[in-house]
């Protein structure tokens, strides 16, 4: 058995190169995953990995230094940058191991630690001069942050959302869309793409409260079903980076620090957590793949909360 897997072993070194192996890694991961995440995991490949690796045998990568290329990396990228990278090439790598049995020492590589950092949410103050703001303008552009200060939707679904997915009879958004920006490996240019929001559990359905339900009903009968709800047209929408400065710009007109937009997420998650929501229900209205991502990123957000729970005592 062992004389037979070192035969494989040296058929498959002698004609595979890493860029070979990478294009047949691509194929079945072009079918398992979204458009989306498959031309990041291209960005990434040809982008970082290709030029440290892209004609080197199967039979060199036992002898590369893959901790040397980690630390060549940190020198210009953060650390969290580095993780996806070294995640993606760790993902080939496991898939050279079963495919030819040739053992790549993958556990020793080491990544780099990643500082997590507080969660950054408005101020009280801020967001009630952000919401009033927005409101003053009656238009569906600025409208549509409220929509994210009241549901916690992403940049891409709050692009994506039409009138048709807003059922102001059940009080329902139901979000099953998202446009986002992607990579194009042939032309070396990005595209637009409408998908599936980010992961399966991203396709939800999210209640509306009283006070959402008030802003949206006069509205809903000047628009037709099919019109995006930014731009009250069936065949224009505002991508999310165009949306983002559009976002920015109110900002300012309100003199608010140029906080992310995902701020807005956070902001809407924190309040869920301070008014009492379980963590479960929350999660599944953030469209979060697992609870624990819920757990790690906002419970321990909000010291108001800590104290109002420890005077309790």
Known sequence: MKILKNIIRKRNNR???FEEIVERWLKIKKIEIKES???NYQYIIYKYIMPKLQKKKVVDLSKYNFNEMVCE???TLAPKTVRDIICVLKSILYYIENEINYDLKINKI????VNIENVKVFSEREKNKL???CLKQNNTKELGVVICLYTGLRIGEICALKWNNIDLDRKIIYVNETIERIYNKKSHKTKLITDKPKTQKSIREIPISNKLYQILKPL???YE???FFLTG???KYIEPRNYDYIYKRILKECRIKPYKFHTIRHTFATECIEVGMDIKALSEILGHSSVNVTLNRYVHSSFKMKKKFLEKL
């Open 15 to 17: 004609i595979t190169t």
């Open 37 to 39: 995440t498959f031309s």
């Open 73 to 75: 990396l940190k020198q």
């Open 110 to 113: 080491i990544l780099p630690k």
């Open 131 to 133: 919401e009033n703001y």
């Open 220 to 222: 809903k009968k000047q």
């Open 225 to 227: 079903e099919t019109d």
């Open 233 to 235: 047209e069936s065949t």
